[in-house]
């Protein structure tokens, strides 16, 4: 299949503006994604998605097969916030709580895996080693 069939500038198929994955810029050069505002040091900043992007991937399987990504003017983007020290110290203590493990309350220097709720010594029972703790000298 082409990616021809993700044409759609007019957005009479798919309801916003659709292009092809790469071919966006070729039709508008102020559209961008969030990775790509990301890069300049700009944000969404409220405005509503303007067009996307669609391609096919084996990845997405419950979709079909299709993927998509939102696109956003760039003339309308705002520039990001910056990191103040309280942003700081909460994505920090964001980050520890991830590697904290809510049983035996160690942290580690990697984050606790979801598919357990707990740290693996925890659920094996084994005693952790000495590289694996924060703070631990190894």
Partial sequence: MSAARFL????????????????????DPDLATRKQLAARGLRPGGQQVAAQLMWRSRKA???????????????LAK??????????????????????????????????PTSLGQ???????YTPEPWELEGSAA
């Avoid at 503006?17 to 039709?27: C, H, K, L, N, S």
């Avoid at 399987?61 to 003339?75: D, E, M, N, P, V």
């Avoid at 740290?119 to 029972?125: D, K, Q, S, T």
């Fill in 8 to 27: 759609d500038p007019a957005g009479e198929r798919y309801g916003v503006p659709t292009y092809p994955w790469g071919w966006a810029f070729v039709f």
């Fill in 79 to 112: 520039p990001k916030l910056p990191m103040t020290p309280a942003r700081s110290r909460a994505l920090a203590a964001a980050l520890r709580a991830r590697r904290t493990c809510p049983t035996c309350h160690l942290v580690f220097t990697y984050c606790m």
């Fill in 119 to 125: 740290c693996p010594n925890c659920v094996y029972g």
């Fill in 61 to 75: 399987r419950r979709s079909g097969g299709i993927r998509t990504a939102a696109l956003f003017r760039i003339s």
